[in-house]
């Protein structure tokens, strides 16, 4: 048997700042062993002023398949991409890249693709409900795009910065979906998401006020870590439908698999 891994060996890398939190290299690495791959998931910890020089490098490394970008690069990635998809262009930040062959990057974001395919799992439909996201950064305006183009009939945007919950509310409005301001409180709403990172740490503030939720609303968390946030566990106990941030993660990696060469695999959602 080969020892693994090898010269021949394939990397996937994850690039974020920080990586201490991701759990991506050991999911990835796992699903290859599974699928007899000879390929490694590896995390690369790269500074904001660093990003530019350490892409225009890696589009030379030549066994490398690509890049999951998180946490603060995936705006900025965007403006580096030598392509972007259709949805990444509009939405203004990338979570995947891979190399285009000529040392520039092609660009795709998942993140409201995989949010979307966790909302409705369990054949919970989205169409004509009314939808709340909290943080209109990459993840947050993703999501935003991924809820429109699913057909909820009120798409309400808040941020700590109103102008910039302002202004993704009127991009979604130039598309076409009915989106505007709101405050961050669920009463009122059928899905409520929050894509802020507030909930990575104990003593952060709740980013959504709960006041009005039951069993009828659903609470989405983009925060994958810690695995269950104070605001889902909250939720749980009013009875509410949650969706953890690790099963937006798992949702999303058939689509990055396509979207990286290896074929649509599936990775068990333990999220």
């Not at 890398?13 to 920080?18: E, F, L, M, S």
């Not at 002023?49 to 892409?55: G, I, N, P, S, T």
């Not at 998401?193 to 609303?217: F, Q, W, Y």
Request: net charge negative; charged share 20%.
């Amino acid at each position: 048997m080969t020892q693994l891994p090898s010269g021949r060996t394939r990397v996937l890398g994850i690039v974020g700042d920080p990586v201490v939190q991701v759990g991506a290299p050991a999911i990835w690495t796992a699903l290859f062993r599974d699928q007899g791959l000879d390929a490694v998931c590896v995390p690369a910890h790269v500074r904001p002023e660093d990003l530019a020089q350490f892409l225009a490098g890696a589009a030379r490394w030549q066994n490398l398949d690509g890049l999951i970008v998180t946490i603060p690069h995936k705006i900025t990635a965007a403006t580096l991409a030598t392509e972007l998809s259709t949805r990444a262009d509009r939405v203004g930040a990338v979570n995947v890249l891979r190399p285009d062959g000529a040392s520039g990057w092609t660009g795709d974001i998942l993140d409201g693709v995989g949010l979307v395919a966790a909302l409705t799992s369990d054949g919970r439909p989205l169409r004509d409900r009314r939808a709340l996201v909290v943080g209109s950064g990459g993840v947050g305006t993703a999501v935003a795009h991924a809820l429109g183009e699913s057909g909820v009939a009120d798409l309400a945007v808040s941020d700590l910065d109103p102008a910039r919950a302002l202004t993704l509310a009127r991009r979604l409005t130039q598309l076409g979906y009915p989106a505007h301001v709101a405050e961050p409180v669920a009463a009122g709403f059928d899905v409520v998401v929050n894509c802020s990172p507030a909930g990575m740490r104990a003593e952060d503030d709740l980013p959504i006020d709960l006041d009005g939720t039951g069993p009828g609303t659903t609470v989405a968390d983009a925060v994958a870590h810690p695995p269950v946030t104070r605001l889902l566990r909250l939720a749980r106990e009013r009875g509410c439908w949650v969706v953890p941030g690790g099963r937006m993660m798992h949702a999303q990696v058939p689509d990055q698999a396509e979207f990286f060469g290896y074929g649509r695999l599936h990775t068990p959602d333990r999220g």
